[in-house]
């Protein structure tokens, strides 16, 4: 019997049988994707002729498999296409009506003159799931301006949060791109009922400052507003890893009973009395002194001792990791985080597998990215075989 005759799809992800064209490049579409395919998905990747530009990034090898690529296309295939060729632009719309999911983050202007937009999915499979993820909103006035990680950080607030700086990760690419897949499930669980496509739009700009303005809004949030923007614990310049004796240690005293600990700790068991200091509101209010207080302290004692000392006392408290310490890291190992799995021209690869666990039907097994082009073959004999059946079995569709 077949998996499909017996529901057994264990190590085939919850994903499995979907199926997604994915025109994105850089980091937040391929994000997206990547999420879907280690979840099960079958991603096809349409790339340019020149290919994803972050093929490029610290491509060791020359061989266009830099380690951003490796990481955001894991378990996709790939085909080129020119959209610019009246030929590949005709291909794509015939693979369009093949798929659950059609993805781009092309802007609004690019994707008119690509002729690839919703209404030209809609029309060759009206079933179709369709997202695009523009740096802005498409109703307003800037939906046309480019938009890269930077760019967002700054517009959305998320920068100027940050003292004028930038978080050393493309955090909206990667935030956004989590919103995109939680859309996509979300129109396609309206279509199980429905039965019919929708497009969904997920702006970076405009998700990145919600994101943002749920802890950071503040008084704002009533209109007129009642107080300030931000959240005073968060932009202390206090709140850091705090040194110890010997390393850092990233600590975050938090409720009642964490502060009432720590002031035993620290020697101080008086301050757990002061009216400053008794609730969150006062704590938050003062927080710059508290704060202060935690600094002093954790440099009596090294790292070690008190990691034990906070963590007897319900504490959380972690050692600062590197990167590399990642690779060593004790949770990390036990967790099986990393995988290793053989790329036919590169070796062996370690990676992260994907972080939830589905008890049933498992993840997706570990794949590599593709070389470019590498499935054009595959995908256009695969494409072939749909229209010969169509027009062979009645009643068969292609969508």
Request: with cysteine; proline share 7%.
């Given at each position: 019997?077949?998996?499909?005759?017996?529901?057994?799809?264990?190590?085939?992800?919850?994903?499995?049988?979907?199926?997604?064209?994915?025109?994105?490049?850089?980091?937040?579409?391929?994000?997206?994707?990547?999420?879907?395919a280690?979840?099960?998905?079958?991603?096809?990747?349409?790339e340019?002729?020149?290919?994803?530009?972050?093929?490029?990034?610290?491509?060791?090898?020359?061989?266009?498999?830099?380690?951003?690529?490796?990481?955001?296309?894991?378990?996709?295939?790939?085909?080129?296409?020119?959209?610019?060729q009246?030929?590949?632009?005709?291909?794509?719309?015939?693979?369009?009506?093949t798929?659950?999911?059609?993805?781009h983050?092309?802007?609004?202007?690019?994707?008119?003159?690509?002729?690839?937009?919703?209404?030209?999915?809609?029309?060759?499979?009206?079933?179709?799931?369709?997202?695009?993820?523009?740096?802005?909103?498409?109703?307003?006035?800037?939906?046309?301006?480019?938009a890269?990680?930077?760019?967002?950080?700054?517009?959305?607030?998320?920068?100027?949060?940050?003292?004028?700086?930038?978080?050393?990760?493309?955090v909206?690419?990667?935030?956004?791109?989590?919103?995109?897949?939680?859309a996509?499930?979300?129109?396609?669980?309206?279509?199980s009922?429905s039965?019919?496509?929708?497009?969904?739009?997920?702006?970076?700009?405009?998700?990145?400052?919600?994101?943002?303005?749920?802890?950071?809004?503040?008084?704002?949030?009533f209109d007129?507003?009642?107080?300030?923007?931000?959240?005073?614990?968060?932009?202390?310049?206090?709140?850091?890893?705090?040194?110890?004796?010997?390393g850092?240690?990233?600590?975050?005293?938090?409720?009642?009973?964490?502060?009432?600990?720590?002031f035993?700790l620290?020697g101080?068991?008086?301050?757990?009395?002061?009216?400053?200091?008794?609730?969150?509101?006062?704590r938050?209010?003062?927080?710059?002194?508290?704060?202060?207080?935690?600094?002093?302290?954790?440099?009596?004692?090294?790292?070690?001792?008190?990691?034990?000392?906070?963590?007897?006392?319900?504490?959380?408290?972690?050692?600062?990791?590197?990167?590399?310490?990642?690779?060593?890291?004790?949770?990390?190992?036990?967790?099986?985080?990393?995988?290793?799995?053989?790329?036919?021209?590169?070796?062996?690869?370690?990676?992260?597998?994907l972080?939830?666990?589905f008890?049933?039907?498992?993840?997706?097994?570990?794949?590599?990215?593709?070389?470019?082009?590498?499935?054009?073959?595959?995908?256009?004999?695969?494409?072939d075989?749909?229209?010969?059946?169509?027009?062979?079995?009645?009643?068969?569709?292609?969508?």
């Open positions: 019997m077949t998996d499909a005759q017996t529901g057994d799809t264990r190590g085939h992800g919850p994903l499995h049988g979907l199926r997604v064209l994915d025109l994105t490049t850089t980091f937040m579409g391929p994000y997206a994707t990547m999420l879907m280690q979840m099960g998905a079958d991603v096809i990747k349409v340019a002729p020149a290919g994803d530009i972050t093929r490029g990034i610290s491509d060791y090898r020359g061989l266009g498999m830099g380690p951003v690529f490796l990481n955001a296309n894991r378990g996709k295939r790939s085909i080129t296409l020119d959209l610019k009246d030929a590949d632009r005709a291909l794509l719309l015939r693979l369009a009506g798929v659950d999911v059609f993805v983050n092309m802007r609004p202007a690019a994707a008119r003159r690509a002729g690839i937009e919703y209404p030209a999915i809609a029309e060759v499979n009206p079933g179709c799931v369709y997202c695009s993820l523009p740096g802005f909103d498409s109703t307003g006035p800037e939906r046309d301006r480019p890269y990680d930077d760019v967002i950080q700054a517009a959305s607030g998320f920068a100027w949060v940050q003292g004028n700086a930038y978080v050393r990760t493309p909206a690419d990667k935030t956004v791109g989590t919103l995109a897949l939680g996509i499930l979300a129109a396609l669980y309206e279509r009922g039965g019919r496509g929708q497009a969904v739009e997920v702006p970076m700009f405009e998700s990145m400052a919600a994101f943002l303005l749920l802890d950071q809004q503040g008084g704002w949030v007129p507003p009642a107080g300030p923007v931000g959240y005073a614990r968060t932009s202390s310049p206090h709140r850091r890893p705090y040194e110890t004796s010997d850092h240690l990233g600590v975050l005293v938090y409720t009642d009973a964490q502060w009432r600990a720590f035993s620290a101080r068991p008086e301050m757990a009395d002061d009216p400053r200091f008794r609730s969150i509101a006062g938050t209010e003062h927080i710059d002194e508290l704060y202060a207080l935690v600094a002093e302290v954790l440099r009596t004692r090294s790292t070690d001792e008190w990691r034990r000392v906070l963590e007897a006392a319900n504490i959380p408290a972690t050692p600062v990791n590197s990167v590399t310490d990642l690779f060593t890291d004790p949770q990390a190992l036990a967790s099986g985080l990393f995988e290793t799995h053989e790329h036919p021209t590169l070796g062996t690869l370690r990676q992260p597998r972080p939830a666990r008890s049933r039907t498992g993840a997706a097994p570990a794949a590599s990215a593709p070389e470019l082009g590498e499935h054009a073959e595959q995908i256009r004999a695969e494409l075989q749909r229209h010969r059946t169509a027009h062979t079995v009645p009643g068969n569709g292609v969508c």
